[in-house]
């Protein structure tokens, strides 16, 4: 066998490996998005219940505006924002596209004189800003693939902490959330929300205004009181966002990873199609020389 | 008006039970409130304790709550818990090694950890002595 059809087989078997190793991971990435999307759902009741309350207990509390966290700081100097990136690669632009979204989000708030605190989930975005000597206010690694309420409420507990504490003891005043969220199984978008302070009070005031004639909140006795109820839910409530942001974020990454590994199966099987084009017009030539030697070696002994 | 009570009781991650009962009992921050028909509306926090969920043949089912609230109207119980699980969930062994482990720390502050083992290793007895 010529030197040229052997490299070419080689070729040949290294991407043919390289294939069975994406198109494995295609299948689980797109196992992976049905059983994030799973969650997703199965955390709706509660949100759907939590804000129900919620609304309730604020349109019963005395001054919601005032709360801690409803109130608008006078002056703003600091924001965190929480960055939802993949722990792991070969999910195409999907951590790029968060940290980019980040860095916008980061430049704008610049401009209105704020410093910005990352907060930073997954591992890929944590390298990005440790490889660029920017402190971080936090650093969740190791779930993105399968976030689990408890971490959520890790964080959204730090997030809390540093939102209560005062400006002046390197307190934050505004909590903004990156993240992707899945639209279906083709596109995701990355997204910026935020979540403290808090602006849901607002709409739900709106709900039970003109709402309120299809589905008035029920006269409910709350227990110890609607400001230590309210008290009690608030925190919750930004929990189940960061959670939320987790989830679906999660089942975007799987869909931008399962993405991205089919065009890798799809190039791969492009690539061995040519090779083997390559490699039998190689085994070709080979023959057709070789013929030509016997032919010339005949020839010469024959005259 | 219904003449059962309608319960859902949902965590953070996922629906937990729900079905028809004839009254639930939980515990809030001023005390343990039992709920039967007709209760007016309400909406009350739940501290770390076992919920009693009696259906109408007299069964009883039993959950850990671990923080959460829950909302009363119209015969209907809404349980929102952070996180929550079944009496058969609890995995006793793990409840108890958490429980030791909260005791030998003996945290002053943070008596969660101790409680949420306290209240799994409850609504594990109580199912089983139930049951047998």
């Known amino acids: ?18 294939k069975k190793i994406t198109k494995a991971m295609e299948l689980i990435a797109s196992a992976r998005i049905v059983k994030a999307q799973n969650r997703l759902h199965a955390s709706m009741p509660y949100l759907t219940q939590l804000v129900d309350a919620v609304s309730a207990a604020a349109s019963h509390a005395s001054d919601v505006s005032k709360h801690p966290l409803t109130a608008q700081a006078e002056n703003q100097v600091r924001a965190a924002v929480l960055v939802i990136t993949a722990d792991r690669g070969l999910a195409g632009a999907y951590s790029s596209n968060s940290i980019k979204e980040a860095e916008a989000l ?11 605190v990352p907060y930073v989930v997954g591992r890929k975005g944590v390298s990005f800003y440790r490889f660029r000597n920017r402190v971080m206010g936090g650093e969740y690694v190791g779930f993105t693939d399968q976030p689990t309420y408890a971490h959520a409420k890790e964080i959204g507990e730090d997030l ?11 307190g934050v005043d505004e909590i903004h959330v990156v993240y992707t969220n899945f639209i279906n199984m083709a596109s995701q978008e990355t997204k910026v929300r935020r979540i403290l ?40 409530y930004v929990e189940q966002m960061v959670y939320l942001s987790l989830l679906t974020s999660a089942a975007s990454e799987h869909a931008a990873r399962r993405r991205a590994m089919k065009s890798a199966t799809d190039n791969a099987e492009e690539l061995i199609r040519s090779l083997t084009r390559a490699a039998n017009a190689a085994r070709q030539a080979e023959i057709t020389q070789e013929i030509s030697e016997i032919v010339g070696g005949a020839d010469a002994l024959s005259a | ?31 343990d409130v039992g709920i039967l028909r007709g209760h007016e509306p309400m909406l ?38 952070e996180t929550a699980e079944l009496a058969e969930e609890v995995d006793l062994e793990r409840a108890q090694a958490a429980l030791a482990r909260a005791k030998s720390e003996a945290d002053e502050q943070d008596l969660s950890a101790l409680r949420r083992a306290e209240t799994r290793i409850q609504v594990a007895g109580v199912a089983k002595g139930v049951r047998s």
């Open chain 1, 1 to 18: 066998m010529g030197a040229q059809l052997r490299v070419y087989r080689r070729r040949i078997r290294s991407v043919q490996a390289t």
């Open chain 1, 106 to 116: 980061t430049r704008n708030l610049d401009a209105k004189g704020m410093k910005v």
């Open chain 1, 160 to 170: 809390l902490k540093a939102f209560m504490t005062p400006t002046a003891e390197g």
């Open chain 1, 197 to 236: 302070p808090l602006e849901v009070v607002d709409e739900v005031m709106d709900k039970s205004d003109d709402g309120g004639k299809n589905n008035p909140f029920p006269l409910y006795e709350f227990e110890p009181g609607p400001e230590e109820v309210l008290d009690a839910l608030l925190p919750r």
């Open chain 2, 1 to 31: 008006m219904a003449d059962q009570l309608e319960v859902a009781v949902v965590s953070a991650e996922r629906s937990l039970w729900s079905g028809k009962a004839k009254s639930v009992s939980a515990k809030t921050p001023e005390g």
């Open chain 2, 44 to 81: 009350a926090l739940l501290v770390e304790a076992p919920l009693r969920i009696e259906l109408e043949d007299g069964t009883k089912i039993f959950v850990a709550v671990h923080g959460g609230f829950f909302s009363v109207d119209s015969d209907k119980v809404n349980v929102i818990a």
